[in-house]
């Protein structure tokens, strides 16, 4: 079974400012998908961005970038120049390449001051 | 453009009674998916289905049933309702095989329907 852990239950960041949210996880599996969804208090669950296990470069959405270490199992979200809208719960989460089902970190709090 | 479409948005139940949750999944998606996501939790996979058909099973309570119509839509239907199963439940839907080929993109998610068993 495929675990997704994410270690800090709150982050905080200065608006502008850059933070980095962790995510480990562990699979047997070669061929995966990892994404980032953020949950605004309003609940809706956000894609953020998304990284294929094949491919080695990270991806990135504008001001959303990744860090994609395979062999370490870790995924970690950039967020560059900081803004208030981005307060919200970030969920790190796993789906086996033919799988059906996401499987959910427990959530990371970002708090963004200005 | 179209998004996933949960309704109803809102829905209080007392104990014991019955509730239908439903889910239209953005146009041309094969694949709808439930969880559950309780207060202060990540998100818990239910069930899912492909072009009708069950395809895969998580954490879903032997009280509750789904199922995926010939439009694509969904239901999950909760019966015996207990107060542990108050709770945001979120319906998603994704592409699997398009044209063939098996695209299996990500989920897309509607903005829940808010339950509340008092």
Redesign the interface.
């Known amino acids: 079974a495929q675990t997704v852990t994410q270690s800090q239950p709150e982050m905080s960041v200065q608006e502008a400012e850059t933070v980095t949210l962790s995510c480990t996880y562990d699979t047997s599996e070669s061929d995966y998908y990892l994404f980032w969804y953020k949950q605004p208090p309003s609940r809706q669950m956000i894609l953020v961005i998304r990284q294929e296990a094949y491919k080695q470069q990270n991806a990135t959405e504008n001001r959303f970038s990744v860090n994609f270490q395979k062999a370490a199992k870790s995924f970690s979200l950039k967020i560059s120049d900081s803004q208030l809208g981005d307060a919200a719960m970030y969920f790190c989460a796993f789906k086996r390449e033919y799988g059906n089902k996401l499987v959910f970190g427990a959530g990371t709090i970002l708090r963004v001051k200005s | 453009a179209a998004g996933v479409i949960q309704s109803p948005r809102h829905l209080i139940k007392e104990k014991r009674e019955t509730a239908t949750l439903k889910c239209y999944p953005i146009p041309r998606h094969d694949?709808v998916?439930w969880?559950q996501?309780g207060p202060g939790?990540?998100?818990?996979?239910l069930i899912?289905f492909?072009e009708k058909m069950q395809?895969?099973k998580?954490s879903i309570p032997d009280r509750f049933s789904a199922q995926q119509f010939s439009d694509y839509h969904s239901e999950l239907n909760m019966s015996s309702l207990e107060l542990g199963d108050s709770a945001?439940y979120?319906c998603?839907s994704s592409f699997k095989i398009s044209a063939g080929l098996?695209m299996?993109t990500?989920?897309?998610?509607g903005?829940?329907t808010?339950l509340t068993v008092v």
């Open positions: 694949t998916y969880y996501q939790q990540d998100p818990q996979f899912s492909y395809s895969d998580g945001l979120f998603a098996v299996n990500e989920a897309f998610f903005q829940g808010r």
